[in-house]
């Protein structure tokens, strides 16, 4: 009883710690962007074209702090810029100073429009993105992406849940981390999702928690498998994503349905909200989805997805096995 009391106190311990922790390091980082800010409209406040003002100020921080490299003229020029852009703007302002300064170069060299670097900004403080994974996301057109699926969410779940559900799903999904040969089957795709459930999981977006792969739903005269199946924690409530390696077909409505009552027959709790399916497709014509969601009244949403450039598969078929690198390496080593 002893050693059970003792671990819940460290695991405790450890939570504390790593909660001051963030706190302390987003106090810090609220407190730089602010300082930033500030300097930026010095700089802004006392910069003519050709007065070398900023040069100046460089070299004299330069003198007074060493070993700080975040005073260059670069940088000081960003600070200037960062100033002009959100001057007028509170909203934008709050935003800013919940991200690191290398993310706030990003999107200002990258994300010209306010509204779309607004976006980028709030799904980046959500899911806690690094400034590679906000660069990647912005060169995948992330904001085009997000809200965009076929669905009936508005006509079969409660308000809060369809603007949540909607606003999570995309179309389409990139899985750029997934490299198969042009005539892939389902069970290839996915196992390779599987193999990368880290990569999945980033590009479905924060809240879905991995519940099953080829979840067993046994019935008197059948099994039926379900591809994937996860748990939103914001949405509390199962996600049902089924797999096609072909364009969508009015028939894999009435499957995926099928699956999506399955679920909520046997999985779903009284404090679970309605289950949600999920259907990936490699291309969809949208009247045919339209027309085929209307016939149903479970909670359905449609998306294409694309993969990572196909590699040839007579390049395929040259390239080394596992167990042939294996043994190459094992020769080496002798």
């Known amino acids: 009883m002893l050693e059970k009391n003792f671990k819940q106190i460290i695991n405790d311990i450890k939570l504390d710690i790593k909660s ?10 609220y407190n730089l962007i602010n300082l930033y800010f500030r300097l930026g409209k010095i700089l802004y406040d006392n910069y003519e074209y050709g007065n070398k003002f900023i040069d100046e100020v460089a070299k004299e921080l330069k003198l007074e702090y060493p070993n700080t490299t975040g005073y260059s003229v670069r940088n000081l020029k960003y600070m200037k810029k960062f100033y002009t852009e959100y001057k007028d703007d509170e909203v934008m302002q709050q935003l800013v100073a919940q991200v690191p300064w290398g993310h706030n170069i990003v999107l200002m060299d990258k994300v010209k429009d306010k509204e779309i670097r607004k976006t980028y900004l709030q799904e980046t403080i959500n899911n806690n993105w690094g400034r590679t994974m ?15 699926s076929d669905n009936n969410f508005k006509l079969t779940l409660p308000k809060d849940n369809s603007d949540l559900a909607n606003y999570i799903m995309k179309d389409p999904y990139i899985f750029d981390f997934i490299s198969l040969k042009k005539d892939f089957k389902e069970q290839e795709l996915e196992n390779e999702m599987l193999v990368k459930i880290k990569n999945l999981l980033i590009e479905l977006g924060k809240g879905f928690s991995f519940v099953s792969n080829q979840y067993k739903i046994s019935m008197e005269d059948k099994d039926y498998y379900i591809d994937l199946l996860f748990y939103h924690l914001e949405l509390r409530c199962f996600v049902v994503v089924e797999l096609k390696t072909t364009s969508f077909k009015p028939e894999y409505i009435g499957q995926l349905g099928f699956y999506v009552t399955a679920i909520d027959e046997i999985l779903k709790k009284e404090f679970d909200n309605p289950t949600i399916g999920l259907l990936l497709c490699k291309e969809k014509n949208k009247l045919s989805v339209e027309w085929s969601l209307k016939g149903t009244n479970l909670p359905i949403g449609v998306s294409s997805y694309k993969l990572n450039e196909y590699i040839p598969k007579e390049m395929l078929d040259k390239l080394p096995t596992e167990e042939e690198i294996n043994l190459h390496i094992n020769i080496e080593n002798k």
């Open 134 to 148: 906000l660069i990647h996301q912005i060169e995948l057109n992330y904001h085009l992406r997000i809200g965009k």
């Open 20 to 29: 001051t922790q963030l706190k302390t390091a987003m106090q810090v980082n």
